[in-house]
C-alpha cells in the first residue's frame, strides 16, 4: 500500500458517504505503522443534502484536519452530483475517479470532462438494492475502491467491514451478510 492516500469522497446525506469515509481509515488504520482519519465536513444537512467526506493515509501521524486535499481519488456516491460538482478540484494529474452509475465509462469521461484521468464505473445502487434492499451505495463504493487501489483483496476488504459490523453490535445477520455481498459483487463489478 503506499504510505500516503488522500481520498474525496460525494455522495448526499443518507448515502453514507461519511461512515464510508470513517469504515476505510479504520480498517486501513489497522495495519501497523500506518495512520488514517475520515471525517466529513457539513452542518446540520439534510436527507438528500450534499455531502464531501474525506480519508487520509499516511505513514506518519496525521495532523492536518481540514478539509483542503489533493485527492489521489475521488468517489461519487450519488450519479445526479454529476455535473453538479467539480470532480478534477485538486485531483492529482495521476487521479483516480470511481462512479457510482449505470452509465458507461466513456459516457462518464466525456460528461465530466475526465480525460486523461482513470475512470472507473460500478452500479453501487443496483448492487446495494439487490444485497439490503435499499440504495445506500457506501459499501459497495468500499468493495469498488479496495480493488481499483489494490488496498484489500476481496476477501480482507468484506472481512473487515463484517467484522466492523458484528463489533458495532447494532445490525442484525441479514444486514451484515447483505454488506458482505454488495462489497464482493462490487468489487468484481467495477469497470
Known sequence: MSKKMDIRWH?????????????????????????????????????????????????KPIRDHSEYMEPDIVLILDPTLMGLIDVKEGLKKDGKVIVNTAFDKEEVIKELGLEGYEVYVVDANKISIETLGRAIPNTPMIGALAKVTGLFSKEEVSKGVVELLEEAGKFPEKIIEGNRKAIETAYEEVK
Request: proline share 2%; no cysteine; hydrophobic share 45%.
Open 11 to 59: 455522495g448526499r446525506a443518507g448515502q453514507g458517504a461519511v461512515t464510508a469515509a470513517k469504515t476505510l481509515a479504520e480498517l486501513i488504520s489497522q495495519e501497523e505503522g500506518i495512520y488514517a482519519q475520515g471525517f466529513a465536513v457539513y452542518g446540520a444537512e439534510k436527507r438528500g443534502a450534499p455531502v464531501v467526506a474525506f480519508t487520509r493515509v499516511n505513514d
